[in-house]
């Protein structure tokens, strides 16, 4: 048979790690066609590697393991499980394992050395107009508080499903946080990853984290327009524009804007333009390289107390200034006048 464990059990909070899955075959004969798919808690990040673990053949005795990096989010104990788990048996017999658990415990890391000094009050920045190549006009000003004592939350959803072309959403996150990090604005954002996200998971996060920005990375289009989530089973899913629309205009008083970094999303985008300041969207496919490049340049732009719609204008000039193509006629901003 067989066995699947997970090693370390105890993550810390905010750390990168190599969660170690390991697949030993404890039976007495060989095992075949092994399929093994793991599925994090909502408490920890998928950051590299891949959930899904196929090995041809695994002799009595004999071990495969597989690294993946991952990040907890916040302190819990919680449960890794698998909605497919599979193999043959010497037999031939299929077996197929229901209930796979997995125990984790995340931990808050003890923080060690002198209390962080108060921060100074921050300056009032002067108005200035810097020109951009070909005529792009931007507005450095203080970037407006959100309506909320709290630091300012980016919620960033990102959807890979297993029966669609993989795009390097992993990349993007990262690209953003270290944007975030290199900044010199008076508030320091946070952002909020949901990887694999669901409907459910966009409703609840936005209900719990009362974020200023909401990015989504990932696939979109059809008939709709909208964005492709995933199911249950890790398949895409559209999101019904219209059950969007009602979730921001209940829950997104908060929101100041939308980003949906993805193919061909302009329908989904206006319908949240009645309800969000700016909703920012892809009008056509959009590559991976030209959709990073943007969320590098926009959030880089946050970062150093810009607008949004100018920080929006300084990802559309990145675009131009790095491509030959016409990469930097696909971001479309709808808002509100300038």
Not at 116 to 129: I, W, Y
Not at 247 to 254: D, M, R, S, W
């Amino acid at each position: 048979m067989i066995e699947v464990t997970l090693r370390p059990a105890e993550l810390l909070v905010g750390e990168d790690a190599d969660l170690v899955v390991q697949l030993a075959n404890t039976g007495p004969g060989t095992c075949m066609h092994i399929i093994f798919r793991l599925t994090l808690p909502d408490e920890i990040m998928l950051l590299r590697g891949q959930d899904k673990i196929r090995v041809n053949c695994l002799e009595p005795g004999e071990t495969e393991t597989h690294t993946l990096c991952v990040r907890a989010l916040s302190a819990a104990r919680c449960r890794a499980t698998s909605p497919n788990f599979s193999y043959r048996d010497h037999y031939g017999e299929t077996h197929r394992v229901t209930d796979f658990c997995a125990e984790l415990v995340t931990t808050v890391p003890e923080r060690r050395g002198p209390a962080a000094e108060a921060q100074p009050p921050a300056r009032k920045v002067d108005l200035v107009t810097d020109e951009l190549p070909h005529g792009v006009q931007v507005t450095k000003e203080s970037q407006p508080s959100p309506s909320t004592d709290k630091e300012p939350v980016v919620l960033f959803f990102a959807a890979n499903p297993i029966d669609a072309e993989p795009l390097r959403t992993g990349k993007e996150f990262m690209v953003i946080v270290k944007a975030l990090e290199n900044g010199q604005g008076a508030a320091k954002v946070k952002i909020r990853p949901w990887l694999a996200a669901r409907a459910k998971d966009i409703s609840r996060e936005l209900l719990q984290a009362k974020p200023w920005i909401v990015h989504f990375a990932g696939h979109g289009g059809g008939p709709s327009e909208s964005f492709i989530a995933e199911n249950e089973d890790g398949y895409a899913y559209v999101i019904p524009p219209g059950g969007l629309v009602k979730l921001f205009e209940t829950a997104g008083e908060n929101v100041e804007c939308v980003i949906i970094n993805a193919c061909s999303t302009v329908g989904l985008a206006q319908a949240l333009s009645q309800h969000v300041d700016y909703v920012i969207a892809m009008s056509q496919p959009i590559n991976d390289w030209a959709a990073i490049e943007f969320s590098r340049a926009f959030y880089q732009a946050l970062a150093a107390n810009y607008s949004i719609r100018s920080a929006f204008n300084l990802g559309v000039a990145e675009l131009e200034m790095l491509s030959d193509g016409a990469a930097y006629e696909i971001p479309q901003l709808l808002g509100l006048p300038a």
